[in-house]
């Protein structure tokens, strides 16, 4: 990107040579085409000044109702929709995963008169808002691109992505359709969105003798609890591509889920902590998702920098000892055969971990467990396989996403 990022612009005509063809990935993909075109350090990419007639501007293929309500939960290949803006909601912000988002909603109107609702997330709210800002008194059609449809609500909600991108009113049939059939101004009006609903707080001692409904599996409750020990175990041996369990013994195994032999093993989070509240205590787990949203980085990265896995959390995971948190956790019934139930972390509440930086180098300093652990680190040593296996890859398969350095919640 740092290399062809500044050569390139946005509706322009360019020669491309010595570049690298591969299939397109099967997930995601932007457009239908089975190849995807690859640059390298060679390849060569050169303007053209005059563009061809024979080029259009812009290349869209738009869904109709009938059409977003058959792509619903497919991801293979996203789609474009276009209509006319008739709401945009207020900035609404949620916890997913431990991350804060913002996002909002717009109610577009399609080209046969059904109303659908889209979400904007993250960095196309700006340009949103821009638009939403200078076509306030007129009416304005939106393209939105590459986007996933998912269900909400009972209905079909579409939903941005990386890839998408917001065109108002540009020069093509379909947008003209809408403005010469429709003269009237339709400034976008504020909406309110349906609350979430709640989830019901409970203190540690009520999770021991919860009157769960049995016809829904799983139940969210939310619980505040400080963390007063961790278990060296702190993650496991994955495949690189699932979360499904490595042997630790072998160099080379084959994943049942994936169905594919490899030599790479990344690392997840299984992170059991211990939680006390009012003298109760509770074992609480958590998994990749909510551990690398909270700590700010993937476990196989921590993992790369501790050196081993049957040793003690590393400094990053340490410093959560003596927080207090809001912890929301989903029970199963099952969870009540055993003596001591582990409770999974879905969440982490943002609202308990405003200061989380500063809180976290606060909170190593001030346990005596951390000395403890330190002293069991130096004399619990074992080999390192996914060092081994990244080696013996030669860089070629290693899953550089999951290396991927992320910042911690602000």
């Known amino acids: 990107m740092k290399i062809f990022q500044p050569l390139l612009k946005d509706q322009e005509v360019y020669t491309f040579s010595n570049f690298k063809v591969q299939s397109a990935p099967q997930e995601y993909r932007p457009i239908a085409n089975d190849n995807i075109i690859i640059f390298f350090g060679k390849t060569s990419v050169q303007q053209i000044p005059d563009v061809p007639h024979s080029i259009p501007t812009f290349k869209f293929t738009f869904m109709n109702a009938a059409q977003i309500k058959r792509k619903l939960n497919k991801i293979d ?76 609500l009972g209905d079909c909600s579409l939903s941005s992505t990386s890839s998408t991108c917001l065109f108002s009113n540009i020069d093509i049939p379909e947008v003209n359709a809408f403005l010469n059939g429709n003269n009237e101004n339709a400034a976008p009006v504020l909406l309110e969105e349906p609350a979430p609903p709640e989830i019901p707080i409970v203190i540690l001692a009520e999770l021991q003798n919860l009157s769960l409904d049995m016809q829904n599996e799983d139940n969210v409750y939310s619980v505040e609890g400080k963390v007063i ?23 080379t195994y084959h994943c049942t889920k994936c169905n594919k032999t490899t030599t790479i093993k990344g690392a997840k989070y299984r992170l059991r902590i211990e939680v006390v509240s009012d003298d109760t205590s509770a074992s609480f787990v958590m998994f990749e998702n909510v551990g690398e949203n909270f700590f700010g980085v993937p476990a196989n990265q921590l993992f790369l920098q501790n050196g081993s896995l049957k040793d003690s959390p590393p400094e990053t995971i340490l410093k959560i000892l003596g927080m207090t948190l809001k912890f929301h956790v989903k029970i199963k019934i099952s969870m009540y055969t055993r003596s001591k139930p582990d409770f999974t972390v879905v969440k982490i509440d943002p609202d308990s971990i405003d200061d989380l930086p500063s809180t976290l180098q606060k909170a190593a300093s001030t346990q005596s467990i951390h000395s403890d652990i330190e002293n069991s680190r130096s004399s619990s040593q074992i080999s390192d396989p996914l060092c081994a296996a990244v080696k013996d890859t030669d860089g070629e398969k290693t899953p550089t996403t999951s290396l991927k350095r992320k910042k911690p919640i602000e």
């Open 77 to 152: 290949i996203l789609s474009d929709v276009v209509g006319q803006v008739q709401h945009v909601s207020e900035r609404k912000s949620s916890c997913k995963g431990g991350r804060k988002t913002t996002r909002r909603h717009i109610s577009l109107k399609l080209i046969e008169g059904d109303v659908v609702s889209v979400v904007v997330f993250g960095r196309h709210l700006p340009l949103l808002e821009s638009i939403v800002d200078v076509s306030r008194t007129a009416s304005f059609v939106l393209v939105i691109t590459s986007i996933r449809v998912t269900p909400f």
């Open 229 to 251: 020990d961790l278990h060296p175990l702190w993650c496991y041996l994955s495949c690189p591509t699932c979360v499904y369990k490595a042997p630790e013994d072998q160099d």
